[in-house]
């Protein structure tokens, strides 16, 4: 781990909806003599949007917000992004809700108008500190290291907390399940290195099609999921495909190619009203995968006959 110094800024975000409590921590970690890049909203779902477009390094977040009360509100917010750093603020000096706070995915928990510039500071290392080597330490068994995905186990942990927030919230997701074509002649004709390649860069192209807050996995050989959260409508299913196979295009054309990237693809659109297990709807996206395959098939059939 990196510790923080003077002279590199940690970023910040801020979920505080009192105007005066923001700007007293702000003060106070204006006083830490470290630099902040501090971004600060309102709400929880202003933070939720911050968040899928970039992670801070840390984030401060108030208990009760317009739109969430209590410990549901960082266990919401861990539950979406388990991998953050989070110190809970709170004005209660209640150890009962320090301790269910922590429990729920919190590093620390501050009470507002109690905290000196020293102890904030301390507070923000210890919870990075904490969190890195959890993480670190958690993550082993559920990433897929040649992509970096989420390994099997670790897309249906995600995916079923996501569900059971969908189906809370009322909101809509979106379920892909991609197979990447001919593995098996790139790996018999390109060598093993290069399908290893062609794994790689179909992770990578997943990375640039979805937003940083979707989950994203490999879950076998060669195959991956994608999850599309909060999508509010079922036209983001063929504009998020479009955008997929203009990538793959766009990788295509790059000179001294060995092989050339094409994936068949699944998705299901998931409305809360019709609830259903991650498991079944993996099964329907894969039917609708192989569906697609089976017609790129008879098409290069035809083509070959």
Same mark, same amino acid.
Request: hydrophobic share 40%; net charge neutral; charged share 25%.
């Given at each position: 781990?990196?510790?923080?110094?003077?002279?590199?800024?940690?970023t910040?975000?801020?979920?505080?909806?009192?105007?005066?409590?923001?700007?007293?921590?702000?003060? &106070?970690?204006?006083?830490?003599?470290?630099?902040f890049?501090v971004?600060?909203v309102?709400?929880l779902?202003?933070?939720?949007?911050?968040?899928?477009?970039?992670?801070?390094? !840390?984030?401060?977040?108030?208990?009760?917000?317009?739109?969430? #009360?209590?410990?549901?509100?960082?266990?919401?917010?861990?539950? &979406?992004?388990?991998?953050?750093?989070?110190?809970?603020?709170?004005?209660v000096?209640?150890?009962?809700?320090?301790?269910?706070?922590?429990g729920?995915?919190?590093q620390?928990?501050?009470?507002k108008?109690?905290?000196?510039?020293?102890?904030?500071?301390?507070?923000?290392?210890?919870?990075?500190? &904490?969190?890195?080597?959890?993480?670190?330490?958690?993550?082993?068994?559920?990433i897929?290291?040649?992509?970096?995905?989420?390994?099997?186990?670790?897309?249906?942990?995600?995916?079923?907390?996501?569900?059971?927030l969908?189906?809370?919230?009322?909101?809509?997701?979106?379920?892909f399940?991609?197979?990447?074509?001919?593995?098996?002649?790139?790996?018999?004709?390109?060598?093993?290195?290069?399908?290893?390649?062609?794994?790689?860069?179909t992770g990578?192209?997943?990375?640039?099609?979805?937003?940083?807050?979707?989950?994203?996995?490999?879950?076998?050989?060669?195959?991956?999921?994608?999850?599309a959260?909060?999508?509010?409508?079922?036209?983001?299913?063929?504009? !998020?495909?479009?955008?997929? &196979?203009?990538? !793959?295009?766009?990788?295509?054309?790059?000179v001294?190619?060995?092989?050339?990237?094409?994936l068949?693809?699944?998705?299901?659109?998931?409305?809360?009203?019709?609830?259903?297990?991650?498991?079944?709807?993996l099964?329907?996206?894969?039917?609708?995968?192989?569906?697609?395959?089976q017609? #790129?098939?008879k098409?290069?059939?035809?083509?070959?006959g």
């Amino acid at each position: 781990m990196v510790h923080p110094t003077k002279n590199k800024p940690l970023t910040l975000l801020l979920i505080e909806n009192s105007a005066l409590d923001a700007k007293l921590i702000q003060a &106070r970690l204006k006083e830490t003599g470290q630099i902040f890049e501090v971004t600060h909203v309102e709400t929880l779902a202003d933070g939720v949007e911050k968040l899928g477009q970039s992670k801070p390094d !840390i984030v401060l977040l108030d208990l009760n917000l317009p739109d969430s #009360k209590g410990i549901s509100t960082v266990e919401t917010l861990h539950q &979406r992004f388990p991998e953050l750093a989070v110190v809970v603020l709170t004005g209660v000096d209640d150890e009962t809700i320090a301790l269910e706070a922590v429990g729920r995915g919190a590093q620390d928990y501050l009470v507002k108008g109690t905290v000196d510039a020293p102890f904030l500071i301390k507070a923000i290392r210890y919870a990075m500190h &904490r969190q890195r080597h959890f993480w670190a330490q958690n993550n082993l068994s559920l990433i897929d290291e040649l992509t970096g995905l989420q390994n099997r186990r670790g897309f249906l942990s995600l995916a079923k907390q996501q569900l059971k927030l969908a189906n809370r919230a009322k909101k809509p997701f979106i379920l892909f399940f991609l197979d990447l074509d001919n593995l098996k002649e790139i790996n018999d004709q390109a060598g093993h290195q290069e399908g290893d390649n062609a794994l790689i860069e179909t992770g990578e192209l997943l990375k640039k099609t979805f937003r940083e807050s979707d989950i994203l996995g490999r879950i076998g050989g060669d195959e991956f999921v994608a999850m599309a959260l909060d999508a509010q409508k079922k036209a983001y299913v063929s504009i !998020i495909q479009e955008r997929l &196979r203009n990538n !793959i295009a766009l990788c295509n054309i790059k000179v001294n190619r060995k092989f050339l990237l094409a994936l068949s693809i699944g998705a299901v659109y998931y409305d809360p009203k019709s609830p259903r297990a991650i498991e079944t709807l993996l099964e329907e996206a894969d039917a609708l995968m192989y569906k697609e395959k089976q017609q #790129k098939q008879k098409v290069k059939s035809t083509i070959a006959g």
